[in-house]
Each structure stands twice: as structure tokens, then as C-alpha cells.
């Protein structure tokens, strides 16, 4: 600590002495890269000012990946991709700024597709090609 704020190097650790959040801080804020041992997966990735910023991973503890994605500012940006254990893709979309965009698509543990979700600024539009009625606003009831 220094002025009443977290600085340097940070480890947290387990019961059984295993490291389980490894990073630095600097005047209080995350910053650079930190590892997350979370369940059956470890994330890695960096932060910049305290957010979440370029290129994070998870792997399973087989070391397949489970997770890759983008964040810009903390907020998730560009492809994002989720796996199965087996190494098969489970999901597959793109954000734009926190947002999702275009289309989502979810595969069983086969790889088949299994239902494709197209977001528009992150709204749901399309569920398997249907279209999605809008969400209710206060005022919408018919007289």
C-alpha cells in the first residue's frame, strides 16, 4: 500500500498455498498482466488503468482453450470465442464496444451449430432466423 491505496505486486492465495490471483497495482488501480485461477480454467490477460484492455485468455486445465477475447477500456470489443473442453467451438460472436453485433452462433458439443442469435447493438433481433418481437416499453399496451 501507499497513501491508502493498494501499489506493487499482488498474490492471493488458496487454502492449500496455490496462487489463485497474481498481478500488479499501481496507486490503487490494476495494471499490466494478471492471472485468474477460477474453477476448472485460468484466465490471463492485461489491465490499463484498472480496466480490462487487449487480448484475454482462459484454458481449461488440460490447457485447451476455453475462452479468447478483446476488451478496449474494459469493455469487450472484436471476436469472442468460448470452447468446449473437448476443444470444440461451444460459441462465436462479435462486440462492438460492449455491444453485441451481427451474429452469435452456439455449437453442441459435436460442433454442430445448435441456435444462432443475431444482436444488433446488443439487442436480440433474430433467434434461428425468426425475428424477435422488440422488448416491452410502458406506454406500448393496446387500449
Known amino acids: 500500500y501507499r497513501k491508502g491505496r493498494e501499489d506493487g ?3 492471493e492465495y488458496d487454502e492449500e498455498g ?14 499490466g498482466e494478471w492471472t485468474y485461477q477460477v474453477g ?28 479468447l477475447g478483446s476488451y478496449i477500456g474494459g469493455e469487450p470489443h472484436g471476436r469472442h470465442r468460448w470452447y468446449w473442453p473437448n476443444g470444440l467451438l461451444r460459441l462465436d460472436g462479435r462486440y462492438t464496444m460492449g455491444l453485441e453485433q451481427g451474429d452469435w452462433t452456439w455449437y453442441d458439443l459435436n460442433g454442430n451449430v445448435a441456435m444462432v442469435i443475431r444482436y444488433k447493438d446488443g439487442a436480440e433481433m433474430k433467434i434461428d432466423g425468426e425475428r424477435v418481437p422488440p422488448p416491452y416499453r410502458p406506454g406500448d399496451e393496446a387500449d
Open 18 to 31: 496455490g496462487v489463485i490471483v497474481q498481478g500488479e497495482f499501481i496507486d490503487g488501480l490494476r495494471e
Open 40 to 67: 476448472d480454467h485460468t484466465e490471463r490477460g492485461a489491465y490499463r488503468d484498472g480496466a480490462k484492455d487487449g487480448e484475454w485468455k482462459a484454458e481449461y486445465e488440460s490447457g485447451r482453450t476455453q475462452f
Open 9 to 11: 505486486p499482488s498474490v
